[in-house]
């Protein structure tokens, strides 16, 4: 069965409920009703209900009975408003949170935090900050993880599965924050069943060069080695080292990661994100994500180059994110 089969079979029927804020979005208005027609989620749209149903009816969609909120007419707000302060205490006053929560992203953020929904999915519009600093601010990460890193999980062909990460949010991690990020990255492979087998990515491996660059990726790979001792964890390796068995043969033949590792994890921000949209866009790979990992609820961001079909799949990723929190 292939992996989104198997992720689909587990949320179908759940009726989780995922709010879409980009609701007038064509990516994104196509993807809910899919989602909505094969009872995989419950999606929750944010807008006018009338221009929203308006400009999908133009666009040969029927949003039919998802569930639209109108943040304008919202019942609870003076609630939200509230929460909103008290979650921010400090840097948010009153007047300044009604001005925040117009922004949808905010807006759906706090539908997540305060359980109204189950998860949220945006970022077909807004760029990566603008949809995760929401997130970032109100649901935070989870107890004993100390950031967020944003993971794609690549597919080819179905048999070819990796973990890319971080391709989205630690624009340069140091050292035990790298490791934090290989260890995130070993748990979400895990949890879509691909083998956590974690390499961590340089020029160099295993000190065929030396620089300040390698030698935090080097001094991440042991502290991810003591974080998470059930995973099998290698670096520093170059990509080659790290994927082909022949050359892990040569370069690194002591290593049980080299050669065999299907959790790419990269060393700053630059490298992931160009790395994983050269497999998406010259090796023909689909980039699911980016996958917000260790945060306290599912918060997903799109690629602003996204298609529906990367909706329609996110929106299956964070459902089954929220099944097992
Ligand atoms: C993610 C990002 C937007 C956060 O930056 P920012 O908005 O300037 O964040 P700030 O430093 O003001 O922090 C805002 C809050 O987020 C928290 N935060 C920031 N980075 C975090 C991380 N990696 N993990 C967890 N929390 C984080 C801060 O602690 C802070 O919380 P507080 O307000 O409660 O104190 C920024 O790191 C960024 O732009 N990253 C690159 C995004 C990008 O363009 N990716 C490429 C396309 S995918
Ligand atoms: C993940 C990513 O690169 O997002 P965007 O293309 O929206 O910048």
Redesign the pocket.
């Known amino acids: 069965m292939s992996l989104f089969s198997e992720l689909s079979e587990k949320i179908a029927r759940k009726n989780l409920r995922i709010v879409f804020p980009e609701s007038y979005d064509e990516r994104i208005q196509g993807a809910v009703v899919r989602l909505k027609a094969e009872k995989l989620v419950e999606p929750v749209l944010l807008g006018n209900p009338e221009s929203l149903k308006a400009k999908a009816k133009d666009r040969g969609f029927d949003l039919g009975d998802i569930e639209i909120i109108d943040p304008a007419n919202y019942d609870d707000m003076e609630n939200m408003v509230q929460a909103f302060v008290e979650r ?1 205490k400090g ?1 948010a006053t009153e007047e300044q949170a009604r001005e925040i929560l117009k922004d949808e992203n905010y807006f759906g953020t706090m539908l997540v935090y305060q359980d109204h929904v189950d998860g949220l999915v945006s970022g077909a519009v807004h ?4 949809t ?2 929401p997130a ?2 109100i649901i ?2 989870k107890p004993g993880v ?5 993971a794609f999980i690549m597919i080819r062909n179905e048999a070819e599965k990796y973990v890319f990460a971080d ?5 340069n991690p140091n050292a035990q ?1 790298l490791a934090e990020i290989a260890v995130e990255s070993a748990k979400t492979a895990e949890m879509f069943n691909i083998d956590p087998t974690v390499g961590l990515l340089s020029f160099s491996t295993k000190g065929s060069a030396s620089s300040p660059e390698q030698e935090k990726v080097a001094e991440a790979t042991k502290i991810a080695k003591e974080l998470a001792p059930q995973y099998a964890i290698d670096g520093e390796m170059q990509f080659d080292a790290a994927f082909a068995h022949e050359v892990a043969m040569k370069k690194a033949p002591e290593s049980d990661v080299a050669g065999k590792a299907k959790v790419f994890v990269f060393p700053e ?1 630059q490298s992931g ?1 160009i790395g994983y949209k050269i497999a998406q866009r010259l090796g023909g790979f689909e980039a699911i994500g ?1 996958v917000l990992q ?1 945060m306290n609820k599912p918060v997903s ?1 799109l ?1 602003r180059g996204c298609v529906e079909e990367d909706v329609y799949k996110l929106a299956i990723i964070t459902a089954n994110q929220a099944l097992q929190d």
């Open positions: 921010r840097k760029s990566t900050g603008d995760v600093r970032l601010q935070k990460t100390s950031l967020t890193s944003g391709c989205a949010i630690n624009i924050q921000i994100n980016p260790g961001d690629s």
